[in-house]
């Protein structure tokens, strides 16, 4: 797909050797692109995307973990990730999982400082996390919903009511980000109506298995916390030994 927009210019909505249009939506292959035109296609070049989301992943981490439970926190928190199976594969793998963790963990630091406000200032905070849903949402779909209904739960749970949601700008954020997100999915239809249509939104709303999307969801909630152990040993269990 990258190579396909070097080569050929189709940015909004790429396809395979094969004519065969993407899958998934192209925020992995923006970002490999320029290192792709200028240093040619490669490992490296193409694997690029996902080692630059790993270290934002882990920057947000750091600072994440500093201002909530100290400096400790952070760096065992961070070593704790890259001593990881998961991490490791989301820093190694060409696939846009790593592009969308970085976004979402941005979307939820951004959103959870928002949630506190500032007067007299420019909500940083606030663009910060209406960039970072919609980069998640041009990372891999759906999915970015998750944060909108994070900061809505925390306004009420943590904050004590609903009106704290507003302070995240929903005035001026929702519609950027359907601007932005709309905006790509326009380009994406006129460029190729039948890939966008049938591939690209085919793929990403098609139901997993004959069960169906909700069932299958329900059926895999159970082997979440087991997989998440899984994932994380045994270096990450020695990280905190260590440390």
Known sequence: YTVDMVRHGHWALPVDMLGRAATKPPMFNWIS????????????????????????????????GYKLAGPQAAVVAAYLLLASTVGMKLMYLARPDGVLTAFMIGAWWCGTVGLKGTRGSFPWAALGFWLCVAGAALSKGPVAVIPLIYVLLAARLIHGQWRAALRLRWSWGLPLLLVIVGGWMVAAYVSNPSGFTHSLIGDMMRAKGHHGILLGVLNSLWKMPMQFIARFAPWSIFVIFWL
């Open 33 to 64: 692109a320029p290192f792709v035109a200028i240093f040619g296609a490669s490992e490296i070049t193409l694997k690029i995307p996902a080692i630059l989301a790993m270290i934002v992943t882990l920057g947000w981490i750091i600072i994440a």
